[in-house]
């Protein structure tokens, strides 16, 4: 089915190899170049639909099956009646060009020659006019850096700006498992992924190449037919989060929704931790503690008068009653805030690391024992790429440059549940399950926004006590941005208002989890 990738449907991802074994065992049951003409077929479908009244249909094709599937979508185009012109791209003849095409992509080229489609080779003269170019020059194939006849171009397709570009499969010069990108690749007004999704479509330092984002599983559903194929992660829809927020019951009290302590704020920072407690405050703890490292800090919070202010010492001698423990925003990096870092990761509740626990993290082995020594108790990281970096001792770009990977092998190495911020926030569990959050926009770069995360998280793993529960944190946190840049555009989002965007965001949700005796469809959030 053609959908549109949105942050409401949850999705399986895989990766190249899974969809490759998925291609092949579908090819097995179905008549010859039944996948291409499917695959083409949804390409050509999707042009007509989002560009109805595009005349002039340049269709950019690589000597592969991505360009294949370009042969597939041009044919049916110029059937519709529009002027269609193929243009075969990385050859210096359209006779090397041809030749090399593999079985589909031939029988779709044979298909092409019938239909009387137009076809030249790409002469590196300018790029023809066109109402619609569609980029199917490299798919799954591509190998090594960008070959420069390749690149030029690509580089010719992104220097136009008159018409949309619609790319097969994924954008050319983007890999499909990690996000990264060769030096020159393709960037597309939306993509039709085939198949299934891809992780480097929703998240890696070039996924944002991609535009808006459609599938088409042309019939295989590969979750229901394969199942022994391996999901690498899976797109984090709005379904999948509401039944992990809690429920507000008529008679509850402030003791039942959690208690959330929060250790921060030394001098010249405090406005870190209270912006993460004031959020755990907002996405419902129904008691938020604050022991800020400054002791000159205020005793009250005048904007927030319901959170109690503390020192770190009492918050962290008090036996029972917290139900979840929050360390790092503004907290520092000196020994003080190293002692009270220890003393947390040793108390027996869910805790949440963030911003200057994770640097002291990073910085200290005898702290990473005591991390790994929680297990089973719930411990949630919540790195940035920098943060990440210095955890596993590795630069940015690596960090970068295979995301998911990298938030893997965080998560093993110190057992606990990690979520990766950045473009495409990841979040991965102790046992590897990794999701890819399916919301945010830029107006999350702001001073503070990670705080007001990791405060929502702690909020929510206090209320309910599932470590899942962070999934909707992240959820909440993205879709509050989007919620806000639709009815106020892209400036003002500010951190300290973000949590009043993310509790409008959860009563937006669709309640979903029937329950006895009441109208599932009733409005009761
Ligand atoms: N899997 C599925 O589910 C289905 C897949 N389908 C489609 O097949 C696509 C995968 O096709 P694929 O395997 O033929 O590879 P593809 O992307 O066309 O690239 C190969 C070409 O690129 C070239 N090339 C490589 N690297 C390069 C570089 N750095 N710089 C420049 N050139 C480079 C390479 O040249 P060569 O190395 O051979 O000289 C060869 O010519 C997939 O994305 C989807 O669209 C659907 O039809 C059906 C379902
Ligand atoms: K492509």
Not at 21 to 44: C, D, F, K, N, Y
Not at 146 to 166: C, H, T
Not at 439 to 449: D, E, K
Request: proline share 6%.
């Amino acid at each position: 089915m053609l959908k549109r990738i949105s942050p409401l449907q949850s999705e399986p991802v895989y990766r190249v190899d899974a969809l490759r074994q998925i291609e092949s065992e579908a090819a097995r049951t179905l008549p010859p170049h039944s996948l291409m003409q499917r695959a083409g077929s949804a390409v050509a479908r999707l042009a007509q639909a989002c560009y109805p009244h595009a005349r002039r249909v340049v269709v950019l094709a690589g000597a592969g099956n991505n360009g294949g599937d370009g042969l597939v979508a041009a044919t049916q185009l110029h059937q519709a009646g529009r002027d269609v012109l193929v243009l075969a791209c990385g050859a210096e003849t359209l006779n090397e060009w041809r030749s090399r095409l593999p079985a589909d992509a031939a029988w779709a080229w044979a298909q092409a020659q019938t239909a009387e489609v137009r076809c030249a080779l790409d002469d590196h003269s300018t790029l023809p006019e066109a109402d619609l170019y569609i980029d199917a020059l490299l798919g799954l194939g591509l190998r090594g850096p960008m070959r420069a006849q390749m690149a030029e171009i690509i580089q010719g397709l992104n220097a136009q700006r008159g018409a949309p570009v619609l790319s097969v499969d994924l954008p050319s010069g983007l890999d499909a498992d990690t996000g990264a990108a060769t030096d020159v690749c393709v960037r597309a007004t939306l993509t039709l992924s085939l198949l299934g999704l891809k992780p480097g479509l929703r998240t890696g330092p070039a996924s944002s190449l991609c535009g808006t984002l459609w599938q088409d599983d042309f019939g295989v559903d590969a979750a229901t037919h394969h199942p022994q194929v391996a999901i690498d992660a899976t797109w984090l829809g709005a379904d999948l989060i509401r039944p992990l927020l809690p429920d507000l019951s008529q008679s509850a009290h402030k003791g039942q929704r959690g208690d959330v302590a929060v250790i921060g704020g030394a001098a010249g920072m405090t406005g870190a931790a209270l912006l993460a407690a004031r959020a755990a405050a907002q996405l419902g703890a129904g008691r938020v503690f604050v022991g800020l490292l400054d002791d000159q800090a205020p005793a009250v919070d005048l904007l927030a008068p319901e959170l109690m202010l503390r020192s770190p010492a009492a918050l962290l001698d008090a036996q029972g009653g917290r139900t979840c423990l929050l360390v790092g925003p503004g907290a520092g990096c000196d020994d003080a805030a190293r002692t009270y870092l220890a003393q947390a990761l040793a108390q027996p509740v869910p805790l949440v690391l963030d911003a200057d626990a994770l640097n002291l993290l990073a910085a200290t082995d005898s702290l990473q024992t005591l991390l790994r020594q929680r297990k089973p108790i719930t411990t949630l990281l919540t790195p940035h790429p920098l943060e990440a970096a210095r955890l596993m001792g590795v630069s940015v770009q690596a960090i970068e440059s295979d995301r998911l990977t990298a938030a893997r092998t965080l998560a093993q190495r110190f057992a606990c549940w990690i979520v990766l911020k950045g473009h495409g926030t990841l979040i991965v569990s102790p046992q590897q399950t990794a999701w890819i959050n399916a919301t945010g926009n830029g107006l999350l770069a702001t001073a503070g926004s990670g705080d007001v995360l990791a405060g929502s998280a702690a909020a929510l793993l206090a209320a309910t006590g599932k470590a899942s529960s962070v999934l909707a944190a992240v959820w909440l946190h993205g879709q509050a941005a989007i919620h806000y840049a639709r009815k106020h555009g892209p400036g003002g989002l500010t951190a300290a208002t973000l949590p009043l965007w993310m509790a409008a965001s959860w009563a937006d949700l669709p309640y979903r989890r029937p329950r006895p005796g009441i109208d599932e469809n009733a409005d009761f959030c």
